[in-house]
């Protein structure tokens, strides 16, 4: 069974919509703007359809920000389409990408963040606004520097308090308020 082409361009677009209303429009992530606005993002949109392949790009971007100044790429996000789209498939593959993280001896310098569109917390229902922090139109892994990702808490002193923060917003936005920032065409 052959997957259908990805159009990249309208992979991208999403994604960079959601980032920019939700990630940064309702301040889930206080430190994307910066990087979003100095354009230190890199968007990898893949047609892979087996996790060797996702495995084989992942160590490909890891080691390509790795090898990267920080000033021209600060973060990566690998954005998979038609991988992965169970939350539960994607879930366990989060290990595999940490074993690669540990495998390549990036373990202190790189780490990969998870975003899913039916993304769920521990001991929350499926459909607990609160899950939303976490929710990207397609299932991407999220490859950030440890050094920023420090720089960027000494900066922000109420960091352990986004969460906290973010589920406070969400629960103001409520269902009908997130569906307004991102109506189903």
């Known amino acids: 069974m052959s997957t259908p082409a990805v159009d990249h361009q309208a992979v991208t677009a999403a994604t960079e919509q959601w980032l920019e209303k939700a990630v940064i429009g309702l301040n889930l992530c206080p430190f994307a703007k910066a990087v979003h606005v100095k354009k230190q993002i890199r968007y990898v949109v893949t047609e892979a359809d087996t996790p060797e392949e996702l495995l084989e790009l992942l160590m490909n971007e890891l080691q390509l920000l790795s090898d990267t100044d920080p000033d021209k790429v600060d973060t990566t996000l690998i954005i998979h389409p038609n991988l992965l789209n169970d939350f539960e498939d994607y879930n366990e593959f989060l290990d595999v990408a940490d074993a690669a993280l540990e495998d390549m001896g990036l373990v202190g310098e790189l780490q990969v963040a998870s975003f899913h569109p039916h993304y769920q917390f521990a001991d929350t229902d499926k459909n607990d606004i609160g899950n939303y922090t976490n929710r990207s139109p397609f299932p991407t ?39 307004k920032l991102f109506p189903k065409g």
């Open 141 to 179: 892994l999220h490859l950030l520097r440890e050094d920023s990702v420090e720089r960027a808490v000494e900066a922000f002193p109420e960091a352990e308090e986004i969460f906290e923060k973010n589920i406070d917003t969400l629960e103001k936005l409520g269902h009908d308020g997130w569906n």
